[in-house]
């Protein structure tokens, strides 16, 4: 027998396909390659009460993975929204944010920013300074403390494909704990002697938060490698430049020391922020 699922669990050659609310089958693909992801809506053959034989996929909308030179990892497939979670505690990268939002930006995914840990209160003025750039190019951000205000996020996820990214440590479990009661997602403290998170999360999970309503959980980054896109994906990618592109001298403008680049002049005239126009050249010669 043949039915329509969505995959709520990838580990390895196995997945868990939620086939009808509240029913699971324990699938694993037809051949030897397996490159599905959390949120893939599959057909599934059924071999017994609980296991099935994954024989078709079909077609996404939305994917995102990371790249290096060598590999590529699917995260999510079918997503509509990243959650980006950063803490008050440990400290997080300002890169990492910039390339999670690249790569939402490249599939026309939303994005938006969780600052958790507010309750630590003596911190969360240096962590929202450092969210200022993301704000000001429009990116929204929600300030909570995920134990206790985890309901300040229910209006942005409602009738959203929703994942939680980022570094290990900022929340996203206790997050994801406190929004599904049923989860019960591992958390660990953070690392005292590094002041960095712990991995706890080993594997990507969709929870239902309703029928249109879903989350997915995800281990935490320590990188995020984008060299499945080219430096044209790269420059669309970023609001501030978007407006700009194609208003150079040269077609193939690089956005680097070109004459009459329109990029550049936005910079020195103070409309792109130097660091973020940093992060893009970055980017661009990490690709090649």
């Not at 324990?26 to 071999?47: H, M, N, W, Y």
């Not at 003596?122 to 929600?142: C, I, K, N, T």
């Not at 134990?147 to 229910?154: K, T």
């Amino acid at each position: 027998m043949k039915v329509a699922g969505t995959v709520v669990a990838a580990y390895g050659r196995q997945y868990r396909v939620e086939v009808a609310e509240g029913e699971t089958l324990l699938c694993f693909p037809r051949g030897k390659k397996s490159e599905l992801a959390c949120g893939d809506q599959v057909i599934v053959e059924q071999t017994s009460a609980d296991q099935g034989v994954i024989s078709a996929l079909e077609a996404r909308t939305t994917l995102l993975y990371r790249s290096d030179h060598f590999k590529q990892k699917l995260i999510a497939a079918n997503v509509t929204q990243i959650i980006i979670v950063v803490a008050t505690e440990p400290p997080f990268s300002d890169e990492l944010i910039t390339r999670c939002t690249v790569a939402a930006e490249n599939q026309g995914i939303k994005a938006l920013i969780v600052l958790n840990k507010c309750d630590l209160t003596d911190r969360v003025a240096a962590a929202s300074a450092a969210l200022a750039q993301f704000e000001s190019l429009g990116y929204r951000v929600v300030k909570l403390c995920a134990r206790h205000e985890s309901a300040l996020l229910l209006p942005h996820l409602a009738q959203q494909t929703s994942l939680l990214i980022g570094q290990s440590g900022m929340g996203k479990s206790t997050l994801t704990n406190a929004l599904v009661p049923y989860a019960r997602a591992p958390t660990r403290e953070i690392s005292q002697a590094l002041n960095a998170g712990k991995h706890t999360t080993t594997h990507a999970r969709l929870y239902r938060l309703g029928a249109m309503t879903s989350l997915i959980d995800s281990p935490g980054l320590m990188a995020f490698g984008l060299h499945h896109l080219s430096a044209e994906d790269l420059a669309q990618a970023f609001p501030e430049l978007r407006p700009l592109l194609g208003e150079c001298r040269f077609r193939n403008c690089r956005h680097d020391r070109e004459p009459d680049c329109r990029v550049q002049a936005a910079l020195r005239e103070g409309a792109i922020d130097p660091r973020r126009y940093a992060a893009f050249r970055s980017l661009c010669a990490e690709i090649g």
